[in-house]
C-alpha cells in the first residue's frame, strides 16, 4: 500500500506540475502549442489518406479548431488528474474519497485559473474551471467504475467456499457502535499457525466481567460456509483453565442459514460466564473465543421444517 500510495502521489505531482507550466505560458505561446498539434494531425491524415491540403485550407483548420483543440487539452489533462487523485484518496480511510476527489480537482481547476492572470495574454474563464472540473469528474466516475467490474470480476473467478466477514457499518450501529475507527481497525480471526483447527476470535472493546457475571459480548463478525458444514463457537482453553470464564450455551453451533438472516446479517454473538472468584479484566483485541468449521451427517430419512431463518440472539 505504502508503495502504490508513493506512485500516486508521484504521479499526482507530476500531473499537477504539468498543468502548473502550462498555465504559466503566455497566450501566443499557448496558442502555438495548440495550433502546432492541430497541424501535426492535418499532415498524418495527409499520409493516411494520401491527400493533399492546401496552406490557406490547412490554416482555416487550424483556426476553427483552435478553441476545440484547446478546450479537449483542458478536459483531458484534468480527466487524469481526477482519476490519478481519487486513486490516491482511496488508499486513506475516508468516508467519502469520490467527493474528496472532485473538491480537489475543482480547487486545483480554479487555482490554475488564477494563476493564468499572472501570464501575459492569459485569463481567467469560469468556463475553463467547469470544462476542467467535468473532466475530472469523468476521470473519477471511469475510475470508479473500472474498480468496480474489476472487483466484481475477480470475485466471480474466485467462488467463495467458507470465511469470516465483517457485518456492514450500518448493522454494526445498530449493534455495537457509531465509532468508525472501531469498525475499520477489529480484525477478522485468525489461527494461531497451519496447524492449528481453530480461528480465533477476538475482542472489539475493554471490558470487565466480575465473579458469576453473565456479559453478551458481539464479534462484528458472520460466516458463511457450504450447506453441509457448520460452525463451532468455543471458548478458548486458556479462559476455562486460568479465569474459569465460559460460554453459557458451552458450544455455539451457528448453521449455514444464519449468514445475511434477515434480522442481523448473521452477526455471530458470544454470551459468557465468568464462574471464578475473581473479576477478569479484557482488552481490545484479546481473544476469547475459537470457530471451528465441522462437516456433518444426516439420516436416511431427513427432513426439515423449511422455515426462512431468522437470528436466534
Not at 90 to 107: D, E, G, H
Not at 135 to 160: D, E, Y
Not at 182 to 190: G, S
Not at 214 to 227: A, H
Request: glycine share 4%.
Amino acid at each position: 500500500m505504502r508503495i502504490k500510495r508513493a506512485i500516486l502521489c508521484i504521479l499526482l505531482f507530476t500531473i499537477s506540475l504539468t498543468i502548473f507550466l502550462f498555465s504559466g505560458q503566455n497566450g501566443s505561446k499557448s496558442v502555438a502549442i495548440s495550433d502546432k498539434f492541430t497541424v501535426k494531425v492535418i499532415d498524418k491524415y495527409e499520409r493516411i489518406t494520401d491527400t493533399k491540403i492546401n496552406a490557406s485550407r490547412k490554416n482555416e483548420i487550424v483556426n476553427s479548431s483552435r478553441f476545440k483543440v484547446r478546450k479537449t487539452a483542458h478536459f483531458a489533462i484534468y480527466f487524469v488528474l481526477g482519476l490519478v487523485a481519487y486513486l490516491l484518496l482511496s488508499t486513506y480511510n475516508l468516508k467519502y474519497p469520490l467527493l474528496w476527489a472532485i473538491c480537489f480537482s475543482f480547487l486545483f481547476a480554479c487555482s490554475d485559473e488564477v494563476h493564468q492572470l499572472f501570464s501575459h495574454g492569459r485569463t481567467a474563464r469560469v468556463f475553463d474551471v467547469f470544462i476542467d472540473t467535468t473532466g475530472a469528474m469523468c476521470g473519477i466516475l471511469f475510475t470508479k467504475m473500472v474498480s468496480k467490474i474489476f472487483k466484481k470480476t475477480r470475485r466471480s473467478k474466485v467462488m467463495k467456499r467458507r470465511g469470516f466477514e465483517k457485518i456492514s457499518f450500518e448493522q454494526f450501529k445498530k449493534d455495537i457502535s457509531e465509532n468508525e475507527n472501531l469498525y475499520r481497525e477489529y480484525e477478522l480471526p485468525k489461527r494461531d499457525s497451519m496447524r492449528t483447527a481453530c480461528y480465533d476470535i477476538y475482542i472489539l472493546e475493554d471490558f470487565t466481567i466480575n465473579p458469576n457475571e453473565i456479559k453478551k459480548i458481539p464479534t462484528g463478525l458472520k460466516s458463511y460456509f457450504e450447506d453441509d458444514e457448520v460452525l463451532m463457537l468455543i471458548v478458548r482453553s486458556s479462559m476455562g483453565f486460568k479465569y474459569n470464564i465460559r460460554l453459557c450455551n458451552q458450544v455455539g453451533i451457528i448453521d449455514a442459514d444464519y449468514y445475511d438472516n434477515a434480522d442481523n446479517e448473521g452477526h455471530m454473538w458470544l454470551r459468557i460466564q465468568n464462574e471464578g472468584d475473581k473479576a477478569v479484566t479484557f482488552k481490545k483485541g484479546d481473544a476469547i473465543a475459537q470457530g471451528l468449521f465441522l462437516k456433518y451427517l444426516t439420516t436416511d430419512d431427513d427432513s426439515t421444517v423449511g422455515q426462512d431463518r431468522r437470528s436466534d440472539y
